[in-house]
């Protein structure tokens, strides 16, 4: 029976050693949230990167490390120190991911980096060929593994290669100033399917394929050489059963007890009965607009004064690429804004921002999105993001309202949330108060309307769209143009 293989440079399990003992955690981000549930249903294996670097492993340690990923279907390529400064760390992370959210003055082309992300996408095409046999379905995953599609078509051109995006594909303008910008379309040209999250994606990459590669373009088909490449949008949905259910879960315990997060938040107690909660989840990542969030929730504190000792921002960042530099960089920046904000504010019953810098179980998430009036996702630039939906998802009494960046892939399908611009303070200030005083009517419509279209596109159809797209694309013959 032919399978499907999932890779991506992430794994669903992030695994560490504390003092000789392998933990094993949930990654977080949205590629491993969202496939997770996908790979949890399907046959197939997931390959990609444990977390660890190779020289932490010894021989007894690794029999421990492949049985903890044989019991999550996974496989790894292992990626030493190196690799992980220049392949993870350098390209991926310091080159691709500012490039294609548009923050240029952050990109840094380094030769060494790109020379360690070829190799890099050579060992997971390495792995991917000792596990793959004619007639499976290889689907590989995001920016950090660009060149894989080419290189699994040179060594096996019997198997069905699917490759998608998780983050924006940006304007051509931006594109070409990356040095190996014809290498990078040439590793995503070996799929037959190409996805991304939105349409002005698919714009975008279309136009740079035409203007960089000599191909023939019609409509959403690439005709390159005897083949024909497919490009479509598929917008990634969430395992919308998992939160749903898992809030009317919480609702049940909830009659009796609190969970210890919000104990220690201690938000349910009698002084803060009147209080609301506006919440905020994200990685710590300079793309997803924490400063601006903070900014203006102080202005609007300042603008709405009547607020003050009313209303909680509760702000959720999980660590993310703590070794570059920019990175560091808006985490010093977040705890100086929220400690002169906090400093100047506070009350002695009340604390504006509560901010908590960590990774929280997924009971802990469940209670915060079910706790919070307001969630606030305004990202600067974002491929899709997962908490929107997530959000959503978890609303069970009819209550909640979204305020939505305008930058986020989401806005394209969340229409009823308060859509602003991130680097509009004011505006961002007003949906924060039209939020606190929506009517509990137009917050049952809206939720409404997003939950019907989150429940039916999620995570599940999603794929099955994708895969079945991907099938039609493998089958589908070149055109032969009369002479
Ligand atoms: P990205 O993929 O850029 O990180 P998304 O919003 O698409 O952004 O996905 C983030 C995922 O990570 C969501 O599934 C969210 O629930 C999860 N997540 C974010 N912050 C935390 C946290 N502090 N603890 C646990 N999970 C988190
Ligand atoms: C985004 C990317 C993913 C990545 C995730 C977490 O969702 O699209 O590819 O896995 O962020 O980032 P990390 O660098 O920790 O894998």
């Not at 421990?64 to 992980?84: F, G, H, R, S, Y």
């Not at 060594?155 to 190996?180: A, D, K, Q, V």
């Not at 107690?269 to 990685?283: M, P, Q």
Request: charged residues 25%; proline residues 4%.
């Amino acid at each position: 029976m032919n399978k499907t293989i999932i890779v991506s440079n992430r794994l669903p399990v992030d695994l560490k050693f504390d003092d000789e003992k392998l933990v094993v955690k949930s990654s977080t981000g949205g590629l491993a949230t969202g496939m997770k549930s996908v790979h949890s249903e399907g046959n197939g294996i997931w390959i990609g990167w444990s977390g660890l670097a190779q020289e932490e492993v010894s021989e007894e340690l690794q029999v421990e490390v492949d049985e903890a990923l044989a019991k999550e279907k996974c496989i790894q390529v292992p990626l030493t120190n190196a690799d992980i400064d220049n392949y993870y760390h350098g390209f991926s992370n310091s080159a691709l991911w500012p490039l294609f959210h548009y923050f240029q003055a952050y990109t840094e082309f380094e030769w060494n980096h790109w020379k360690s992300y070829v190799e890099v996408n050579e060992k997971f095409a390495k792995v991917i060929l000792e596990h793959v046999n004619d007639g499976d379905t290889v689907w590989v995953h995001d920016y950090q593994l660009l060149l894989v599609p080419e290189l699994l078509r040179k060594s096996n051109p019997n198997i069905t290669i699917g490759f998608f995006l998780h983050i924006p594909y940006p304007s051509y303008e931006l594109f070409i100033t990356c040095p190996w910008r014809n290498e990078l379309l040439q590793g995503m040209l070996g799929a037959d399917l190409i996805g991304f999250h939105t349409y002005d994606y698919v714009r975008h990459f279309l136009s740079s394929v035409s203007r960089i590669k000599d191909v023939e373009i019609s409509f959403n088909e690439i005709s390159y050489g005897n083949r024909i490449i497919k490009v479509d949008s598929f917008p990634m949905g969430i395992d919308y059963n998992r939160y749903h259910d898992a809030a009317l879960e919480h609702d049940k315990y909830l009659e009796d007890s609190k969970s210890d997060f919000m104990k220690s938040l201690d938000f349910h107690n009698k002084s803060n009965e009147e209080s609301k909660l506006i919440l905020s989840i994200d990685r710590m990542d300079y793309t997803k607009g924490i400063p601006n969030r903070i900014k203006s929730f102080e202005y609007f504190l300042n603008k709405y004064p009547e607020y003050k000792e009313k209303v909680r921002l509760v702000m959720l960042a999980v660590p993310s690429r703590e070794n570059v530099p920019q990175y560091q960089k808006l985490k010093r920046e977040t705890d100086e804004l929220v400690g002169r904000i906090n400093g100047q504010l506070s009350t002695i019953s009340w604390t504006p921002v509560w901010y908590f810098y960590r990774s929280l179980p997924f009971h802990d998430l469940i209670d915060l999105y079910v706790s919070s009036d307001v969630a606030m996702v305004t990202p600067v630039r974002d491929g899709m993001n997962l908490v929107a939906k997530e959000y959503i998802a978890t609303r069970t009494k009819e209550n909640g309202v979204l305020i939505l960046s305008e930058m986020a892939g989401a806005a394209k399908e969340m229409h009823e949330a308060l859509i602003v611009n991130p680097n509009n303070f004011e505006q961002t200030a007003d949906a924060i108060k039209t939020a606190l005083e929506m009517p509990q009517e137009e917050q049952k419509e809206r939720l409404a309307a997003l939950q019907k279209r989150i429940s039916r596109y999620d995570v599940e159809r999603w794929a099955g769209e994708f895969l079945k797209a991907l099938e039609v694309a493998k089958n589908t013959e070149p055109i032969q143009v009369a002479k």
